[in-house]
């Protein structure tokens, strides 16, 4: 029996790179305020459960797919990649022969879906990242070069403009209403194939897969047994009334292709970052400030005897951020948050998603039960680095502009080296300054700019321009780097 792998919906490419993509390979993928900008919002329509076949037990489909079909567009990128930096499973759907030198130009598409009459698109951050050129063709066969406005790796998530008016866009459901069970379309364009709509259920709510590789990830998909092939990344998710409810992004198999299982990021989280590109070209990111696991049969049989904890619900703070939002609130180690804004909590998805779609500065209530008994806090939610304020295009998302994985450098490795601390990098992710420096796996950061960088949380409250990153690898070799523009 083969392994399952997680496979990116997105690239609709030659027959010989869906071959290397599914010879066993594990591809990692990869928060609502009300929006100010001009997305389309839920409107009237007919009944969806009455159309023009009385007689049949399932809704009529009709009027969702031959509107939102208008605006669901195909996304052609093209990518220069060099065989130098590090190996990206990603580089199988690009075609990228492993071990070869030089650069390349890949070619490869996705879906993307219109949501103002102004040009503005949604799509996937992985169709788009890297791209040199962008183009979108629409339903009706014009073509336009696209612009990206700004990516978010940590939700998967883009917007490009492209420069016309007065188009069809899909107006905004709501994926907190979504029910399993509910009737489901996917809308885009597999496997090179014009624009295609197949149909499903929601089969689950807020799924976690592990699939995108960011520390500050946020994984809450929407499962569909809705057919979704490469190509259809960035596509849309409508409901029965033709409203957008999720943006097609993974699938899950063990050949390649579609084999039942498919997941969307909910309109929730879409908005959001959707209206932080547009507004200010960051996504205003906010977090609670805990470590967490969710209390499930796992849980109670290694912790339960130590925690106290004998039912399975809520997630347990397992640590707690020195002056960070929780903290500030009163939340303690220990504490089990049973619900968010009336939002029951019972898995890390959930959590992630509630606290994903909000911004820094919000207020949240958060329900927890300690020594017995509830307590209801009020939470004022910072950005990572420790302030209830919304960030500026200037302000500078360190750990995403490097590109990689961190951890805070061990105290025995510390004094091997005669350092006061550091950030190590325990991985080097294509595209990011790191990668374009040379900077290898193991390296510790101790300056930037330089600034002591002694923790991660150091590391997380930079956010200024980088010009240098100082350090050392484990061998005890010092390093400097001069980052130029």
Known sequence: M???????????????????????????????????????????????????NTNTQYPDLTFAAENSVKAVVSIEVRKQISSRQPID????????????????????GGSGVIISNDGYIVTNNHVVEGA??????????????????????????ALIKIEASNLTAIPFGSSDDLRLGEWVLAIGYPMGLQSTVTAGIVSAKARSLGAIDNRYGI???????????????G????????????????IKTSTGSYVGYS?????????????????????????LGVSFRAI?????????????????????????????????????????????????????????????????????????????????LDVTLQNKSGQAKLLTAEDVDVSALLGGKFTTASAKLCKELDIRGGVQVTK???????????????????????????????????SNKISSIDGIYPNGRAASYMIVE
Do not use: W
Request: charged share 25%; proline share 3%.
């Open 132 to 157: 040199s050129t962008v183009k979108v063709k629409l339903a009706d066969g014009r073509a336009f070069d696209g612009k990206v406005v700004g990516c978010d790796p940590s939700t998967d998530v």
């Open 428 to 462: 080097v992710s294509a595209n990011g300054l790191m990668q374009r420096a040379r900077i290898r796996e193991g390296f510790i950061i101790t300056h930037i700019n330089d600034k002591a960088i002694l923790s991660v949380e150091d590391l997380d409250k930079f």
């Open 2 to 52: 083969r392994k399952n792998i997680i496979v990116i919906a997105a690239v609709a490419l030659g027959a010989a790179t869906m071959g290397a993509a599914t010879s066993g390979i594990v591809t990692h993928l990869l928060n609502k305020p009300q929006p100010t900008t001009t997305i389309v919002e839920r409107v009237e329509i007919p009944n969806v459960y009455t159309g023009s």
């Open 89 to 108: 499973p990603f580089q199988f759907f690009f075609g990228i022969p492993e071990g070869m030198g030089g650069a390349y130009q890949a070619q490869a």
């Open 263 to 287: 997941f969307a990021v909910p309109e929730s989280i879409v908005r959001k970052v959707v209206v932080d590109l547009k507004e200010s070209g960051v996504v205003q990111r906010a977090v």
């Open 219 to 233: 994984e809450s998909f929407i499962q569909t047994d809705a057919a979704v092939n490469p190509g259809n990344s």
């Open 235 to 250: 596509g849309a998710l409508v409901n029965a009334r033709g409203e957008l409810v999720g943006i097609n992004t993974i």
């Open 296 to 376: 499930d049969q796992q849980f109670i049989d290694e912790m339960g005897e130590e925690t106290g904890i004998k039912t399975i619900g809520g997630v347990y703070v397992a640590s707690v951020v020195d002056e960070g939002s929780a903290a500030k609130a009163g939340i303690r180690k220990g504490d089990v948050i049973r619900s968010i804004e009336g939002v029951k909590i019972n898995d890390s998805a959930t959590l992630l998603e509630q606290i994903g779609k909000r911004r820094p500065g919000d207020k949240i209530k958060v329900d927890v039960e300690r020594n017995g008994k509830s307590h209801t």
